[in-house]
């Protein structure tokens, strides 16, 4: 089955304390993305990625980083988590070019106390 | 910067017919993109407009004028399943994509 999977689903912790969400695709794509839901403002941009070791800044990056080894993952990382960062996280991969679909993974869901 | 606009919600009876509009503000873009998400789900795609003028898909129509900076979602036969929330998006040459803040659509009986 086609899919993106993300883990952990939920996750509690406390600021500063380094975390990784992680992210993967069964499905060959060359883009990669995560984006950020919070109430109000839809989906944001963090990184996305073109291929393996192309990686690049969305609309809110600070606070977070990447990278893009294998082509099937893209781990997100929180080095040093703040409670602003307290938020629905969602992966999503997809073709190449142009208007490809999206795919998404069914989210993360992380508290920053 | 580059910004989308829609209408925050929006409500209508089963069987009828809704148009969710989508302003926006950008340049060098491939087209404009939507998506539906279900209240506790990830989203999901519908449609897209690559090029000016009207796509069906079903029940479903997406509408893009690039001349208007403006494009529309249009469900008709409207069901219970279709409350949700839709999003418009662009992915621009730059290859990073812009989400819309989100239409919540609540169907009533």
């Known amino acids: 089955e086609a899919q993106v999977t993300q883990n952990p689903r939920y996750l509690i912790t406390v600021t500063g304390k380094k975390l990784t969400v992680t992210c993967s695709q069964n499905m060959n794509h060359e883009y990669m993305s995560w984006y950020r839901q919070d109430p109000g403002l839809g989906l944001r941009q963090i990184y996305y990625s073109m291929n393996v070791e192309v990686t690049d800044k969305g609309d809110v990056p600070e606070g977070y980083k990447v990278s893009r080894k294998e082509k099937r993952n893209f781990p997100l990382i929180l080095e040093s988590p703040s409670p602003n960062q307290t938020s629905l996280y969602f992966c999503a991969s997809s073709k190449g070019q142009g208007l490809q679909p999206q795919h998404f993974g069914d989210g993360t869901r992380l508290s920053i106390l | 910067g580059q910004s989308l606009e829609q209408p925050s919600e929006v409500t209508a009876v089963e069987g009828a017919i809704v148009q969710i509009n989508c302003t926006y503000q950008?340049?060098?873009?491939?087209?404009l993109s939507w998506y539906q998400q279900h209240d506790g789900g990830a989203p999901t795609f519908l449609s897209y407009?690559?090029?000016?003028g009207l796509e069906e898909t079903g029940r479903f129509s997406s509408f893009l004028s690039r001349s208007d900076s403006y494009g529309y979602l249009l469900l008709q036969e409207l069901q219970m399943k279709d409350s949700a929330s839709y999003f418009c998006?662009?992915?621009?040459?730059?290859?990073?994509?812009?989400f819309g803040p989100g239409t919540r659509l609540s169907v009533l009986p």
């Open positions: 998006a662009v992915r621009n040459y730059g290859q990073n994509f812009v």
């Open positions: 407009n690559a090029l000016d």
């Open positions: 950008t340049s060098g873009f491939y087209g």
